[in-house]
């Protein structure tokens, strides 16, 4: 990167980079993305998301849209970056990812580097990068979840989604030393079974983890978002009304709260560098 190229970027405007991941599959992480997304766009920000279930990617079709490319083609070498990018509704930006490509789901950190650097230099002025992460803890999840300022993890008052929340929390912050995550209950009755369930993973989280936990909203369970996936239309476009688009505008204005990183550490390399500072295998790239 030579002077002038390190000046542009400096003078681009921070982008704030927010990672969603669940540890249990099917809590609801694809809908929190594109709703989230939509709803930042609305409120005049330029955002991107970028599909992150790397081998079972399906933003898109959750979307309404029908890509040629998609991230495979950019890691072959086939296409670039701007080349795979779609626009979606609202004209956020969408980066989509392969399905049933088995490779993609096993990416090694190398790659999942490699597209981060290539995500980081995209010439596009962005403030909202999301990320929908695959479920699991796999490799690629702890990646994504590490690089990103914010983690959004989303959970469903189910045990299993319980523990699988707390288990991803346990090992970003044994493993990588991470300490804020942000929690989104989806599919429950209303608020206050989203701040009991909050409350409950709290107390456990107190007791045994060095984390700092913080509720951003909860999502009910909506019978107006399950007629919004049929439909291929994001629930915040298709029932603005609805509890669910209600709640997830409310999540929207809580996240543009958040503080955006200042200088050269709001810009995208943050995704980069972040990971690089604590991975070194990924230096190797
Ligand atoms: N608030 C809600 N109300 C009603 N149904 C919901 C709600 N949230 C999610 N669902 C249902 O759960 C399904 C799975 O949601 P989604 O694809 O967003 O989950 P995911 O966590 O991304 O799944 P995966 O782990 O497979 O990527 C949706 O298709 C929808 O039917
Ligand atoms: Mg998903």
New binding site residues.
């Given amino acids: 990167m030579d002077q002038a190229e390190g000046l542009r970027r400096m003078q681009r405007p921070a982008t704030k980079v927010i990672t969603v991941a ?1 540890g249990k ?8 993305v594109a709703n989230l997304a939509i709803s930042l766009a609305r409120s005049g920000h330029r955002v991107m998301v970028f599909d992150a ?1 790397l081998g ?1 990617g ?1 933003i898109d079709i ?1 979307l309404g849209l029908t890509p040629r490319f998609n991230i495979s083609h950019v890691l072959s070498g086939e296409k670039s970056l701007e080349q795979v990018l779609v626009r979606g509704p609202q004209d956020i930006w969408v980066l989509p990812a392969s399905s049933g490509v088995s490779s993609m789901a096993a990416l090694d950190t190398r790659s999942q580097a490699r597209l981060i650097d290539a995500v980081s230099s995209l010439a596009i002025p962005l403030d909202y990068l999301l990320v ?1 992460c ?2 699991g803890i796999a490799g690629d999840v702890l990646t994504f979840s590490r690089a990103a300022q914010d983690l959004v993890v ?1 959970l469903s008052n189910e045990p299993a989604s319980v523990a699988d929340a707390y288990a991803l929390m346990k090992v970003l912050s044994r493993q990588y030393g991470l300490r804020r995550f942000h929690l989104l209950p ?2 429950v009755r209303d608020a206050r079974e989203g701040r009991a369930l909050f409350g409950k993973i709290t107390g456990v989280a107190d007791r045994y983890l060095d984390v700092s936990l913080d509720l951003v909203g909860s ?5 107006a ?2 007629a919004a ?1 049929r439909a291929q239309r994001a629930v915040v476009e298709s029932a603005p009304g609805s509890p ?1 688009a209600l709640a997830f505008a409310a999540v929207a204005e809580r996240v543009r709260t958040w503080p955006v990183p200042k200088g050269p550490s709001g810009q995208l390399e943050f995704f980069m560098s972040q990971l690089l500072q604590t991975d070194p295998s990924a230096a190797a790239v």
Wanted: proline share 7%; glycine share 10%.
């Fill in positions: 669940s599959g099917g809590v609801g992480k694809t809908n929190v279930d079972l399906n959750l929908d695959a479920a989303v989806n599919m999502i009910p369970l909506d019978p978002l399950r996936v669910s």
